[in-house]
C-alpha cells in the first residue's frame, strides 16, 4: 500500500461548479497536511497547511482533515478556469513531505 | 515575500558538460531542498539541508553534489549527466526541517543531449 493515495484524474468540471479533491493516507505517524497546486512547467504552489483535524478556509478554498479516517480533501468553491491545474496533496513527516501522484483538473468555461 | 528563485529557468547541456543550477531565497529559512520532477510525477526529493549541513541525501548519483554557501542559496553541480535527468529540478525551502511547509521556486528544466 502506497503512503498517499490521490485519484491522477482528470477531473472535468463546468466553470462554477464545486471540486473535491482527495488523498488517503496509511502512516498515522503524518501530523501536517498541504495542499500545492502546479500549473504546467511551473514550480507548486502551497495553497493550504494544517495540522489538525477538522476545516480550514481560505477564500475559495477549504481544507479538510479527518485523522480518524486518514482521509485528507480539498474543496474549491465557484470553480474558475484559471483553477485549472494540477493538484498534489503533501503529508509531512520528519523533514521529508510524502506527495500524492497529483490530481488534474480541468475547468471548462 | 514567500519567493524562492531559480536561475537558470531552462538549461540545455551535453553529458560531458559542467554546470550548475542555483537557488535564493530571503525568508529567514533555514532548511533547503532539491527536488526532480518528471512529467506528470510528483517532485522526488534529493538533498535536504538543515542549517547549511547536509541531513538527507536521498541515494541521489555523484553526477549531482550539492552545495549550501550560505543559509540563504543552495547550488546543485551536474557532471557528467545522463539523457535520462532531464526533468524539472525544484528548490524549497521551509522555516525549519521539522514537519514545516515547504515554499516551492519555479524551478529549473534541465535537458541533458
Known amino acids: 500500500q502506497k503512503e498517499v493515495e490521490q485519484d491522477p484524474g482528470p477531473l472535468s468540471v463546468p466553470e462554477g461548479a464545486i471540486v473535491s479533491l482527495n488523498c488517503t493516507y496509511s502512516?498515522?505517524?503524518?501530523?501536517?497536511f498541504m495542499w500545492y497546486r502546479q500549473y504546467s512547467r511551473k514550480g507548486p504552489e502551497l495553497l493550504m497547511y494544517?495540522?489538525?483535524?477538522g476545516n480550514k478556509e481560505d477564500g475559495r478554498f477549504t481544507a479538510q482533515v479527518d485523522k480518524s479516517s486518514k482521509y485528507i480533501s480539498l474543496f474549491i468553491r465557484d470553480s474558475q478556469p484559471s483553477d485549472s491545474a494540477t493538484y498534489l496533496c503533501?503529508?509531512?513527516?520528519?523533514?521529508?513531505?510524502?506527495f500524492g501522484k497529483g490530481t488534474m483538473l480541468l475547468v471548462s468555461p | 515575500d514567500t519567493e524562492v528563485t531559480q536561475t537558470p529557468k531552462h538549461l540545455v547541456m551535453g553529458m560531458t558538460n559542467k554546470k550548475s543550477l542555483k537557488c535564493e531565497q530571503h525568508m529567514g529559512h533555514r532548511a533547503m531542498y532539491w527536488y526532480k520532477q518528471k512529467a506528470k510525477k510528483p517532485p522526488e526529493l534529493m538533498f535536504v539541508?538543515?542549517?547549511?549541513?547536509?541531513?538527507i541525501n536521498e541515494s541521489v548519483p555523484s553526477r549531482f553534489s550539492p552545495e549550501c554557501p550560505n543559509s540563504s542559496l543552495l547550488n546543485l553541480h551536474l557532471h557528467a549527466l545522463q539523457p535520462e535527468d532531464s526533468a524539472l529540478y525544484l528548490c524549497?525551502?521551509?522555516?525549519?526541517?521539522?514537519?514545516?511547509?515547504?515554499?516551492f521556486g519555479p524551478g529549473t528544466r534541465l535537458t541533458v543531449l
Open positions: 524549497a525551502s521551509s522555516q525549519a526541517a521539522i514537519y514545516n511547509e515547504q515554499f
Open positions: 539541508y538543515s542549517y547549511e549541513k547536509l541531513s
Open positions: 494544517t495540522y489538525s483535524s
Open positions: 502512516n498515522s505517524a503524518f501530523q501536517y
Open positions: 503533501a503529508i509531512a513527516g520528519y523533514s521529508t513531505l510524502t
